[in-house]
């Protein structure tokens, strides 16, 4: 429940959004009165996501959350790609999902099942809150066939390998790259017989022979989609063009997002990008890469960082949706274990802050007007291009707040939170230990053993006291002497460097 104050507030601060179509900060003003939609680009599930692409989701949540705390009611489409992406994001290379399912001698579905899956493990982990609707491409497939044969006849050209778009039918193309050239960038494997470089297939025909596990009739052959075409017809159709906002990673900027407006364009009017909703969406917003030194961020090289790895290491999932929040999401972000265990940290220190004032008062149902500046400054660092980095301080000094009313100011932290998803008023802080799976001891043997140590350094024997503390040594398991945090202790052996 938003108390009056607060609505006060959320009116008066209007909610800036960077919009890459445009390079500016915009005001974001709804479509559809007090509602907003968006549309994020999801994963292509022929792989695990690696942790760089679940930056890509808590951003969306993110932004959905902060749509959410100024009243809007949201809806928000998350796509599933199970058919049709390429390896080269343009219009070349093998295709991503059979080229696996042949790998592993799988079928097809059966893949897309177990990495959708594993994603949605991964989204249910972060705290990310569920959209209201999951589009698996591979569902649209009609919707699509519909979609291309209505801009076929004027934006599309039909070879041997398919149906393709000729990006020169349309105004503005590659706006939002910034690259207005029809000429695209030296892409491998070229298409013999396309009219511009940057043409692309949105219905690839199987090749003669070839039997691929994914694949359908339609007026340009037996084949399948091309990867664009999907994301504007799941986007145009569960939310209607224009819809309010389009996010992705930063690289869908340059082929993909590029790609989806012009087919937009073509389906909706073919007019100019000067206005922005002629691309089918009036704000395109895309999050920077995480990065990482060691080149773990690519699934192309082999070995790659999921989610599943931090945790196997010990750390508590949340801890990286902490680091992403640290950052702005425009601004490029480096992985580090170091990072990580700052973030955990960090973290953990914020949830006994709460835990305290929980154990003061049950929370009241709102905040006053002492806590009021603090909601105004946390809402202008929202409203700031989602400026999350900001907001955590303002969350942060409000907790460390000495003289305030303890249940107002868990009134006001749960609203807070409520944006940024960090479950600081839930999150049971044993979990927030680091504890790699290799571990071989038990919580409750380490517990057992630190107990008859606290009795030994009570009687003053201090030989018998290191006995135990060497022995649980001997078992990875490091104990954290006044530990102003309360770690008490933790398994290690610390992470190795990657
Ligand atoms: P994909 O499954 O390759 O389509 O990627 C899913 C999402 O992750 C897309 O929005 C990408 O733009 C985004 N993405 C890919 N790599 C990274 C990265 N290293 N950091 C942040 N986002 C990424
Ligand atoms: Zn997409």
Known sequence: MLNLLHLHTVNQIP????????????????????????????????????????????????????????????????????????????????????????????????IAKHYTEAFWDDIRALNIRQPTRWTIASEFIPQMIDFAQSIAEKHCYALPSGLYFDVSTVADYGR??????????????????????????????????????MEWDSPWGRGAPGWHLECSVMGGHVLGFPFDIHTGGI???????????????????????????????????????LIDRAGKMSKSAGEFLRLQRLIDQGYHPQAYRMMCLQAHYRSELEFSWDGLGAALVRLKRLRMGVER???????APHWGVELAPWMDRFDAAISEDLNTAIALTVLEDMVALKAADP????????????????????????????????????????E?????????????????????????GEQGVEVMDGDALAWEWRLGPPPPAP
């Open 176 to 213: 939002l790259a910034r690259q207005q050239s029809t000429q695209g960038e030296g892409r491998i494997e070229p298409v013999q017989g396309k009219r511009n470089a940057a043409d692309f297939a949105i219905w690839r025909r199987t090749r003669p022979g070839e039997k691929r596990q």
């Open 448 to 472: 057992a053993m630190l107990l008859r140590r606290g009795q030994a350094r009570a009687d003053k024997d201090f030989a018998a006291a290191d006995r135990v503390r060497q022995a649980l």
């Open 407 to 446: 249940g107002e100011k868990l009134a006001a932290i749960a609203a807070m939170d409520a944006v940024l998803g960090l479950d600081v008023c839930g999150l049971d802080r044993a979990a927030l230990r680091i504890r790699p799976r290799a571990a071989s001891i038990g919580e409750q043997d380490i």
């Open 15 to 110: 909610l800036q959004l960077f919009n890459s179509l445009t390079r500016k900060l915009e005001t974001f003003q709804p479509i559809h009165a007090g509602e907003a939609r968006v549309y994020s680009c999801g994963p292509t599930v022929y792989n695990y996501p690696h942790i760089g692409n679940m930056r890509a989701y808590v951003f969306a949540d993110i932004l959905g959350r902060a749509l959410s705390f100024k009243g809007y009611r949201l809806r928000h489409v998350i796509n599933i790609t199970d058919v049709g992406h390429l390896s080269d994001d343009a219009d070349a290379g093998e295709d991503k999902m059979e080229r696996m399912a042949a790998e592993c001698v799988q079928s097809i579905w059966h």
């Open 251 to 289: 690289d869908h900027r340059e082929i993909h997002h590029p790609n989806e407006i012009a087919q937009n364009q073509a389906f909706c009017c073919s007019a100019g990008l000067a206005q922005a909703a002629n691309s089918g969406a009036r704000i395109w917003m895309h999050n920077n890469f």
């Open 357 to 363: 004032l929980q154990a003061l008062a049950p929370p």
